[in-house]
């Protein structure tokens, strides 16, 4: 797969944060993805369910407040990408891929925004 597939997919998946599709959101994992969280303390979820129960809240604040793209670029291994939660807080997530151009991992972290909590990844 391709530097341009894998931008693709990302661009796909913050089209599905800004529309709150939590059901195209989940398809563009892989079904043994995860999500590291590194914003509150490390979490992760593994699996269509827990991706679930993980995304399903953040979409909704992400509808009502208004969710950003800032930033996005390839990386080794990768893409990553900075998006904006309410305008102001900054959130930074580096995906992975699997073999069949899936989302195998996404690493999500505060990105820098001086003393704000990162809440919303």
Known sequence: MS???HMGLVVDWVDACRKGDLATLLDLYADDGEVECSCNGTQ?????????TY?????N???SAGFGLEEIHPAPNGIDLEYSVAGALRVRASFRFSAEGKIYSTLCEPAQQGSHDCCAC
Not at 45 to 50: S, T, V
Not at 55 to 59: A, N, Q, S
């Open 61 to 63: 604040a992400f509808s």
């Open 44 to 52: 992760r979820y593994r699996g269509r369910r827990e991706l679930e």
């Open 55 to 59: 995304w399903g809240p953040k979409l």
């Open 3 to 5: 530097d341009f597939d």
